[in-house]
């Protein structure tokens, strides 16, 4: 009988897992569709989306209402880093060749550089170091999906809420309008392909718009841009 019941501890383990966070990782499946059949028929970015949704399901994470709190929290951090893994992975060593040490270092300096600035205007601006980190990271690797990131591994205070939804409102407003703009200025600026991949991936935040305003340009410039939004997100 204590052999039985030793075997069965690990099933009953993950019973008892699924039992506890299953709610809140369907609430987070269901508003992360959500959010994407939004984008898709309207245009919206869907981090927007999922942002809006999630402000209007807040109240499922505030309490244990419906035994949601814990399955939102283990979605927002585990299964969140691992998706933000999984798409820098997605960048081979053979593909970051192509581009050229150069220009890797580069790219590289520039998320460095973009994340110390951060730090440095939030000071400036009597801010917490973590808004500095929150919104400097947010810029230079990937926007909304970097800013929640973030979010989910700094230390909490009373601030945190507030400055990530601050922050996922800006990059994306002003990533959508980079997505519009930038293109026209490679054009107005007389950019080759190479240049304008360059000038789009390095800049826009989030990699969806980095691929649209990549490949508006032209196709090579849309595969120099995709890369290094990807070697960023890496």
């Known amino acids: 009988m204590q052999a039985k019941s030793a075997s069965q501890s690990p099933l009953q383990g993950a019973v008892n897992f699924v039992r506890r966070n299953g709610n809140g990782f369907l609430v987070s499946v269901v508003v992360a569709v959500a959010a994407q059949f939004l984008s898709e028929h309207y245009g919206a970015p869907a981090m927007l989306m999922a942002l809006l949704l999630g402000i209007a399901f807040h109240f499922l994470a505030e309490d244990d209402a419906g035994n949601c709190k814990a399955g939102i929290d283990f979605t927002a951090r585990t299964v969140l880093r691992f998706g933000v893994a999984l798409l820098g992975a997605r960048i081979s060593l053979e593909l970051m060749m192509n581009l050229g040490p150069q220009l890797i270092a580069v790219v590289v300096a520039g998320v460095f550089l973009t994340i110390l600035f951060g730090l440095l205007g939030a000071r400036l601006l009597g801010r917490g170091w973590r ?104």
């Open 131 to 234: 808004f500095g980190v929150l919104t400097g990271g947010s810029v230079a690797i990937c926007g909304a999906s970097a800013a929640m990131a973030i979010s989910a591994i700094l230390p909490k205070n009373e601030h945190s809420e507030r400055n990530l939804i601050f922050t996922v409102l800006s990059v994306t407003v002003l990533s959508t309008i980079a997505m519009i703009a930038y293109p026209i200025l490679t054009e107005a600026f007389d950019f080759d392909a190479e240049v304008s991949g360059v000038f789009l991936g390095g800049t826009i935040h989030d990699v969806a718009q980095v691929v649209g305003a990549g490949f508006s340009v032209s196709d090579e410039a849309g595969e120099v841009a995709t890369l290094v939004k990807l070697i960023r997100v890496a």
